[in-house]
């Protein structure tokens, strides 16, 4: 079946630590999206990648990375500078174009312990 | 920049009922699409509706059917007949289009749905 898969679901990680979650789609999509989610709150854009080893910052980047070496993989990396990181993220894949819709991956759950 | 507006946190119908989600977004963009997302327990978001400002018409999905006036810049939702499995937090959200920059969604803070039996 086509979609967006992300791993892991659920993950949890020591303050100081880095931690890499996983994107991949078999949508043939160009463009790659990931945001970040807050407990009651709408989503916050965190990277964009528009194609292959090219990506832009979102709104809120700071203390992530990301690398786009394939078409369909998007990995964001959580880094210690990231002073809250717990949260729910998630990913997400269009065509590229004009209005394309964005769909959006399972999402994964960051806890910092 | 955009700004996308929900100001109602909460809301509760009964089965069968119809309910409108309402929506407000900022923008000096003359062409742009929104969108309603659903959110379900499950927390993936599942795409609803979509509408593109150059169109007149208001979209509808099955049950789903949107008010879009443009120029009080409103984007209301309606569910008619509601279901149980319609119970899920509901955001509006908004993309200006691609050739003034990057395909992004900005998104408000959410309706909470719940469907009682």
């Known amino acids: 079946d086509g979609g967006i898969t992300q791993s892991p679901k659920y993950l949890f990680r020591k303050e100081g630590q880095n931690v890499t979650l996983s994107c991949e789609q078999n949508?043939?999509?160009?463009?790659m999206y990931w945001y970040r989610q807050d407990p009651g709150q709408g989503l916050r854009l965190i990277y964009y990648?528009?194609?292959?080893?090219?990506?832009q910052k979102g709104d809120i980047a700071e203390g992530y990375s990301v690398s786009r070496e394939k078409k369909e993989s998007f990995p964001l990396t959580v880094t210690s500078a990231q002073k809250n990181p717990t949260a729910f993220y998630l990913c997400?894949?269009?065509?590229?174009?004009?209005?394309?819709?964005?769909?959006f991956g399972e999402g994964s759950w960051l806890t910092v312990v | 920049a955009q700004t996308v507006t929900q100001s109602q946190p909460e809301m509760s119908v009964q089965e069968a009922e119809t309910v409108t989600l309402s929506c407000t977004y900022d923008?000096?963009?003359?062409?742009?699409?929104l969108f309603w997302y659903k959110q379900p327990p499950s927390r993936q978001m599942i795409l609803v509706i979509r509408?593109?400002?150059?169109?007149?018409q208001n979209a509808t999905e099955n049950r789903f059917s949107v008010n879009f006036q443009k120029a009080a810049k409103s984007f209301s939702l309606k569910i008619s007949d509601s279901q149980l499995g319609d119970t899920a937090m509901y955001f509006c959200?908004?993309?200006?289009?691609?050739?003034?920059?990057?395909?992004?969604?900005?998104f408000g803070q959410g309706t909470r749905l719940t469907i009682n039996p």
């Open positions: 997400a894949s269009s065509v590229q174009g004009t209005g394309n819709t964005i769909y």
């Open positions: 949508l043939n999509h160009d463009a």
């Open positions: 990648s528009q194609i292959v080893n090219d990506f």
């Open positions: 923008t000096s963009e003359n062409n742009y699409y």
């Open positions: 509408q593109e400002a150059y169109k007149q």
């Open positions: 959200a908004f993309m200006k289009p691609y050739f003034q920059g990057a395909q992004k969604l900005v």
